[in-house]
């Protein structure tokens, strides 16, 4: 009787073995199926690409239809847009976040509102190229313009920083909370000082995935901001402004004879503006997150 309760436990333990490396093998097929074409992709751009991208490349303003010269004004309309859309969608959406998770009494209303964040982040984007269009640039009288493009593209990536804002808030211990207010810090104080250095690094991984977003689409810029060609580069945020989205769209459809260099090349670029991006958001999370530690 004994032996054979050790043979049934020896069985359920390989069992076990078996299924755990069923579920590590079946995991690891995912993550490849996801990296994989993904590193291919950008091989190929930078393969492609690589050969084009040189200081005149960077430097110069379009010519001869586009099919020689450079593409500095669409870094510099990007780099615009770009910009605009942190200054506009940061403080909104994390203000947003702190009254939601701080402030607002939780409840049927504050469910609702958080539905529609959520629904309002699969809204395709040229939907918020026409909302853009309808308010900023006819209503509200923006015209055309890197103002008009960079409210649009805020509106775009709200949802996606306020719901990461939200959880990387919710995810501070309560204790902290406590603690401070225990201290005779105001609400405010605790937020400021306890719970929003706390919540940087998840706040920033929300960011970053939104200025992805919002430096790659094309839709919304296509209605409020983006120009065919400008011969010189926009000095208000009344001007309209080529970006380099639109700009790899037009040449790669638009262009007839336009050498392939150039658009491997224009997506390599917009690549690398990305990751520039990206990467001056992963050092403000990484800093925060080990000034956070060293507390």
Same mark, same amino acid.
């Given at each position: 009787m004994e032996n054979r309760v050790k043979?049934?436990?020896?069985?359920?333990?390989?069992?076990?073995?078996?299924?755990?490396?069923?579920?590590?093998? #079946?995991?690891?097929?995912?993550?490849?199926?996801?990296?994989?074409?993904?590193? +291919?992709i950008i091989g190929f751009i930078v393969v492609k690409g690589i050969g084009t991208v040189n200081w005149s490349f960077l430097t110069e303003m379009p010519s001869m239809g586009m099919t020689e010269g450079g593409?500095?004004?669409?870094?510099?309309? *990007?780099?615009?847009?770009?910009?605009? *859309?942190?200054?506009?969608? +940061?403080?909104?959406?994390?203000?947003?976040?702190?009254?939601? *998770?701080?402030?607002?009494?939780?409840?049927?209303?504050?469910?609702?509102?958080?539905?529609a964040v959520l629904n309002l982040a699969g809204?395709? &984007?040229?939907?918020?190229? #026409?909302?853009?269009?309808?308010? @900023?640039?006819?209503?509200?009288?923006?015209?055309?313009?890197?103002?008009?493009? &960079?409210?649009?593209?805020?509106?775009?990536?709200?949802?996606?920083?306020?719901?990461? &804002?939200?959880?990387?808030?919710?995810?501070?211990?309560?204790?902290?909370?406590?603690a401070s207010l225990a201290l005779?810090? &105001?609400k405010w104080e605790t937020i400021a000082r306890v719970v929003l250095p706390q919540a940087i690094p998840g706040i920033m991984t929300g960011s970053v995935l939104g200025i992805g977003r919002a430096a790659g689409e094309t839709a919304p810029i296509l209605?409020?901001?983006?120009?065919f060609f400008i011969p010189r580069l926009p000095g208000s945020i009344f001007d309209q402004a080529m970006a380099l989205p639109y700009h790899l769209y037009i040449v790669s459809t638009q262009v007839p004879g336009m050498p392939e260099s150039i658009k491997y090349g224009t997506a390599l670029v917009l690549l690398g503006v990305v990751g520039?991006?990206?990467?001056?958001?992963?050092?403000?999370?990484?800093? @925060?997150k080990q000034m956070n530690h060293m507390e």
């Open positions: 043979d049934m436990e020896m069985k359920g333990d390989r069992q076990k073995k078996i299924r755990e490396k069923l579920m590590f093998g #079946l995991f690891t097929l995912c993550m490849l199926a996801v990296v994989i074409p993904t590193l +291919l593409i500095f004004p669409a870094i510099v309309g *990007t780099l615009y847009l770009v910009t605009g *859309t942190i200054v506009f969608s +940061l403080p909104l959406g994390v203000g947003a976040a702190i009254y939601l *998770t701080e402030y607002a009494k939780q409840g049927r209303l504050t469910r609702i509102i958080r539905i809204v395709p &984007s040229v939907v918020y190229g #026409l909302f853009g269009l309808g308010l @900023f640039v006819f209503f509200l009288g923006f015209g055309s313009s890197i103002l008009a493009g &960079s409210l649009t593209l805020a509106c775009l990536i709200l949802p996606i920083i306020i719901t990461t &804002s939200e959880e990387a808030i919710k995810s501070v211990p309560d204790s902290y909370r406590e005779g810090a &105001s209605l409020t901001v983006a120009a520039v991006f990206f990467a001056i958001a992963t050092v403000i999370r990484l800093k @925060f």
